[in-house]
């Protein structure tokens, strides 16, 4: 079983910078794919950003390329996403997710891909 705690939501304001973290409970997260999906309102959870087992590759969506990074600590305990030029359409709850799977080749991005969530935390993005 593996835990995931994020952190780092809030308020900000158009154009201004969000870093969040994601956090294994009593584990490191070195052999695990991670990745991040975000769920406005009314909408279905998407993909946001990945990273690889190896932290090698990663894999953004569109709407965030160039304005979001994945990256993971030396230590290979928490997992970041730097998020910056916020929108407006940014606003949702984010989530972190695990990858355990020992097969997996390359980075995973679909939703049951992953196996194990975090509990999600608010980004707002006001205008």
């Known amino acids: 079983q593996v835990q995931l705690v994020e952190s780092g939501g809030g308020l900000v304001q158009v154009g201004g910078s969000l870093r969040l973290s994601c956090a294994a409970s009593?584990?490191?997260?070195?052999?695990?794919?991670m990745g991040w999906f975000r769920q406005a309102p009314g909408k279905e959870r998407e993909f946001v950003a990945a990273?690889?087992?190896?932290?090698?590759?990663?894999s953004y969506a569109d709407s965030v390329k160039g304005r979001f990074t994945i990256s993971r600590d030396n230590a290979k305990i928490t997992v970041y996403l730097q998020m910056n030029s916020l929108k407006p359409e940014d606003t949702a709850v984010y989530y972190c997710?695990?990858?355990?799977?020992?097969?997996?080749?390359?980075?995973?991005?679909?939703?049951?891909?992953?196996?194990?969530w975090g509990q999600g935390t608010q980004v707002t993005v006001s205008s």
């Open positions: 990273m690889s087992r190896s932290g090698g590759s990663t």
């Open positions: 997710a695990a990858d355990v799977s020992p097969l997996r080749v390359g980075v995973p991005t679909r939703y049951n891909e992953f196996d194990f």
């Open positions: 009593g584990r490191t997260l070195r052999t695990y794919g």
